[in-house]
């Protein structure tokens, strides 16, 4: 059997990339793969902009709705969950379109993964413990001086990530960006066609305003009070990520709706600034405005034309 073709729809925050991925999932018969990481988590779906229901009912995803909120998923599960679900969508003859804004993901799943030398749930546990005594953000400092390139790409509420990275340095008393750099991440499962939306700043930010507002208006904080009151930890690290952390202080009475709607807004773009970074870098990306959806069918349609055109001479 022929390797399965992927298309990757990626991009800032707020591009569109979900609407974009239906259609063309619709006009093609693929299923989706989500790659964000938050959408994994069940119960959580304005916060995290999931496909409504009718979206998920008009075209198969995967990788959405997986996990609760006191579980945990990586890099790794999504790379061996995705190329699972591609193997058996293969077997279907059905085509995948990956779409989402993890770029851990979207790197693990087209180049692999660094892997490093195994979890140390001890030194784990005292990192953990330090970021509680020493207060929010010790680690993230800590990591700006030992590790300064991983601690540009992880948000500071991360703690997740900034352990592992800290667990690495400390064990190999070399740096996790080192490492991934001379791993290289050379592995090349799928042929891979990367499409990234993009829009100028101004009108970036002016839809990262309008969604986070949109997303008070469709019940963020009523859905974040009904997630607490089944018994989950708000100090949970799901719970630490943009808009559930606002909404979080705004239940306890920390902040005003108006400030946590604005502080939301900023750490979005401050997020949307960071997928740029990472998209910059990254190889073989093809550039697209939102409104350029004929331009890339087009290029899809290019794209796997050559699977159909491979299938075709091996008939003969």
């Known amino acids: 059997m022929d390797t399965p073709r992927i298309v990757i729809l990626t991009g800032p925050t707020a591009t569109g990339k979900t609407a974009l991925a239906i259609e063309f999932a619709t006009r093609y018969g693929a299923d989706i793969i989500s790659a964000d990481s938050r959408q994994v988590y069940r119960y959580l779906d304005i916060g995290t902009a999931k496909p409504t229901a009718e979206q998920q009912a008009a075209v198969p995803h995967h990788l959405i709705n997986v996990i609760n909120p006191d579980e945990q998923f990586d890099g790794a599960r999504f790379r061996t969950d995705a190329h699972r679900i591609i193997a058996e969508a293969s077997q279907r003859g059905k085509r995948i379109l990956v779409a989402g804004g993890t770029g851990l993901y979207l790197r693990a799943l087209t180049r692999g993964l660094f892997d490093g030398p195994p979890a140390n749930p001890p030194l784990r546990a005292q990192l953990e413990e330090h970021e509680r005594t020493e207060g929010k953000g010790f680690l993230h400092r800590w990591l700006s001086r030992v590790d300064p390139p991983t601690a540009a790409r992880l948000h500071p509420n991360d703690v997740l990530r900034q352990v592992r990275a800290l667990e690495v340095f400390l064990l190999t008393e070399i740096p996790m960006s080192r490492w991934q750099q001379e791993h290289g991440f050379r592995e090349r499962p799928f042929p891979t066609l990367l499409l990234s939306l993009m829009c100028d700043r101004e009108t970036l930010y002016r839809r990262i305003e309008a969604r986070c507002r949109q997303m008070l208006r469709d019940g963020l904080v009523e859905e974040l009070r009904q997630v607490w009151a089944m018994g989950y930890d708000p100090a949970l690290p799901v719970f630490q990520t943009i808009g559930y952390a606002q909404m979080g202080a705004v239940l306890q009475g920390r902040l005003g709706q108006e400030d946590a709607l604005t502080q939301m807004a900023t750490e979005t773009k401050r997020l949307a ?30 794209f796997w034309q050559r699977e159909e055109l491979k299938i075709e001479s091996a008939g003969h």
């Open 273 to 302: 600034k960071r997928q740029l970074t990472w998209l910059r870098v990254e190889p073989n990306v093809r550039w697209f405005a939102p409104v350029q959806e004929r331009e890339m069918a087009t290029e899809i349609e290019k």
